[in-house]
C-alpha cells in the first residue's frame, strides 16, 4: 500500500487492473465450468483457452503499434467499453448448440485484451515517478494478479455455483465500465496524446530485431517466453481437469486451484521486491523450481498438498515473472515498449494457444496425471537450456550489458 500511495498513477492502473482482472475471470471460472457441463469434455476447454490467445497473432503486434503512435489512455479506455456488449452475450448459452457463442465471444474478447495489454504494460514505466521502483512495481504486477485470481477465479466459483453464470456474466460487464472510469482519471504523460505525430519508421518490426540484436538477455527472454508458452497450456486445460475429473469438485475446485495460484503470486511480492542483482539469472532458477512442483502436482492424491503445491509454484513463477519483467523493461527504450510488448505477446500467446487446443486434444488419450508430469519436466529442461546458454556467453566473453540485471 505503501508504494501504491507515492506512485499514484499506478495505482489507479492497479486497481482498473484488479477490477478487470476479476470480472474477467468471475466469468471465464464459470465459462469453462459451463463448457465441461454442457459437453463432457476436455477438449471444448482446450479450444476456449485457445481462441482467446489465437487473436494475439494479429492484434498483439497491432496493439503494440498503437500503443506507440496513439494516447495509451485512450487506447484502455476504448477496448474496456467495446468489451461490455459481448460479455453480456454469453446470456444467451442455455444448451450444447450454443456453444459457438462462446467460442466468438471468446475471440473477440481476446482481440481487445491483445490491444489493451502492451497499451498497459508499456503504461508503468512511464507513470511511475520514481524508476528505481520499477521491480517493486512489477513485483505488484504479480500481486494483481494474485488478487484476481483468489478475488475473480476462487469467488468465481463460490458465486457461480450459488448464483449461477448468469450473475457472473453481468458482473464482468459492470467491472469494464468501473475500469474505463478509473483509466479516466488518470494523468498520463504528455507524450502519449502527441504520439501518433511522431515517425512512421517507429512501427516497423525492423526496429524490434534492432533492439533484439542489440540485447542477449532480451533474447534469452524472449526464447524463454516461447518455450515456456508450448508447455503452460497443458497447466491451463489441466486446472479445470484436475478440478472437475480428478478431485471432482466443480465450479468449487476450478475456483479453489485459481485461488491458489493467487495466493502463491500474492506472496511472491515479498520476495521479488528485495531483488537487486542477477535478475535473469534468478528467473530461470525460478522457472526450474516451478517445473519440480509441477512434476510433483501430478502424484499428489491428497487435495489440501495438491493446493500447496499450486501455491508454490505460483510463487515461483511471480518471482520469475517479476524479474523476467524488469530486465525487459530496462533493456527496451521507452519509446519502443509498446511494439516488443506487442510483439511478444503475438508471439506467446499464439504458442500457448496452439499448447492449449494440443492439451485439450490430448486429454481425450492421455491420462491428466501423466500429461502434468511431462509438462514438469519440460520446465526443467527448458530451464536447463537457458542456464546452459548463459553459460556459454559468459565463457566465451560476448560483451552483455547489464546481465545481472
Known amino acids: 500500500m505503501e508504494i501504491l500511495r507515492e506512485e499514484k498513477k499506478y495505482g489507479r492502473l ?18 469453462l465450468t459451463m463448457l465441461l457441463q454442457l459437453t463432457g469434455s476436455g477438449f471444448a476447454v482446450g479450444l476456449t483457452l485457445a481462441i482467446r490467445l489465437v487473436p494475439f497473432v494479429v492484434f498483439g503486434p497491432l496493439g503494440g503499434m498503437l500503443a506507440d503512435r496513439f494516447s495509451r489512455k485512450r487506447i484502455l479506455i476504448i477496448t474496456d467499453l467495446s468489451r461490455i456488449l459481448f460479455a453480456l452475450s454469453l446470456l444467451v448459452v442455455d444448451g450444447k448448440e450454443d456453444v459457438w457463442v462462446v467460442y466468438v465471444t471468446s475471440f473477440v474478447m481476446a482481440a481487445g485484451e491483445a490491444i489493451y495489454a502492451p497499451a498497459r504494460k508499456s503504461s508503468i514505466i512511464k507513470i511511475i515517478e520514481n524508476k528505481a521502483s520499477l521491480l517493486k512495481v512489477n513485483s505488484l504486477e504479480q500481486v494483481m494478479l494474485g488478487v484476481v485470481l483468489i478475488g475473480g477465479a476462487f469467488s468465481g466459483g463460490i458465486v457461480s455455483y450459488i448464483f449461477g453464470p448468469q450473475f457472473t456474466f453481468w458482473f464482468n460487464a459492470f467491472s469494464f465500465l468501473v475500469a474505463a472510469l478509473i483509466i479516466a482519471n488518470i494523468e498520463f504523460p504528455a507524450e502519449d496524446k ?21 540485447s542477449v538477455p532480451l533474447q534469452i527472454i524472449l526464447l524463454c517466453q516461447a518455450f515456456v508458452a508450448c508447455v503452460n497450456g497443458i497447466d491451463n486445460v489441466l486446472i479445470s481437469v484436475y478440478a472437475v475429473k480428478i478431485y471432482e469438485l466443480g465450479e468449487i475446485g476450478v475456483g479453489m486451484f485459481y485461488g491458489a495460484l493467487g495466493i502463491g503470486l500474492m506472496l511472491s511480492f515479498f520476495v521479488a521486491k528485495r531483488l537487486k542483482k542477477h535478475l535473469l539469472l534468478l528467473g530461470i532458477a525460478c522457472l526450474m523450481a516451478e517445473g519440480i512442483f ?14 500447496l503445491i499450486f501455491i508454490s509454484a505460483a510463487f515461483m513463477s511471480g518471482i520469475g515473472n517479476a524479474c523476467f519483467d524488469t530486465v525487459l523493461m530496462k533493456e527496451t527504450p521507452e ?10 505477446e503475438a508471439i506467446s500467446n499464439t504458442i500457448h494457444g496452439g499448447s492449449m487446443f494440443m492439451a485439450g486434444v490430448a486429454t481425450e488419450y492421455i491420462h491428466p496425471r501423466t500429461m502434468g508430469f511431462f509438462g514438469g519436466i519440460s520446465y526443467i529442461g527448458i530451464s536447463f537450456c537457458l542456464l546452459l546458454a548463459l553459460f556459454i556467453i559468459r565463457t566465451k566473453s560476448i560483451s552483455v550489458r547489464d546481465v545481472n540485471q
Open 194 to 214: 502527441t504520439a501518433h505525430n511522431g515517425n512512421k519508421e517507429k512501427t516497423q518490426l525492423s526496429s524490434i530485431s534492432k533492439i533484439l540484436l542489440a
Open 14 to 31: 492497479f486497481f482498473a487492473g484488479v477490477i478487470n482482472g476479476i470480472g474477467d475471470r468471475f466469468s471465464s471460472v464459470a465459462i
Open 335 to 344: 519509446e519502443h515498449q509498446g511494439k516488443l510488448f506487442g510483439f511478444t
Open 294 to 307: 509441477v512434476v510433483l502436482q501430478s502424484r499428489i492424491e491428497v487435495l489440501l498438498l495438491a493446493v
